[in-house]
């Protein structure tokens, strides 16, 4: 059974760090592109972040670019965000993604690209 679980989300201050995480349940975790999605009360769900499969290329929105880094280890079937200098407009819940298996390495940062999603992790950014 196919499981993406994410974990590290919190209540936090502006300003400061944080780490989310998601350990993916996929055999082809390696042949997959893997994204970042968040979604903010009343708003609708929004692209942040991914990367390719080989982790050759990453791509972000501009609301984190600088901001945000994603990074996966392929060993260990784990995708992480890092967050620094973090907003109250940040404050979402946290989605990982995983796109289609052998799909090639395009970022594609719409939600319809990617096959499986995790139950997320909330993030709260207090002013």
């Known amino acids: 059974q196919v499981q993406l679980v994410e974990s590290g989300g919190g209540l936090v201050q502006a300003g400061v760090s944080l780490n989310v995480s998601c350990v993916a349940s996929l055999r082809s975790f390696g042949y997959r592109n893997m994204a970042w999605f968040r979604q903010a009360p009343g708003k609708e769900r929004e692209f942040v972040a991914a990367?390719?499969?080989?982790?050759?290329?990453?791509t972000y929105a501009d609301s984190v670019k600088g901001r945000f880094t994603i990074s996966r280890d392929n060993a260990k079937n784990t995708l992480s965000l890092q967050m620094n200098s973090l907003k109250p407009e940040d404050t979402a819940v946290y989605y990982c993604?995983?796109?289609?298996?052998?799909?090639?390495?395009?970022?594609?940062?719409?939600?319809?690209?990617?096959?499986?999603w995790g139950q997320g992790t909330q993030v709260t950014v207090s002013s």
């Open positions: 990367v390719s499969y080989r982790d050759v290329s990453r």
């Open positions: 993604a995983a796109g289609r298996a052998y799909g090639g390495a395009f970022l594609d940062p719409r939600g319809q690209a990617y096959d499986y």
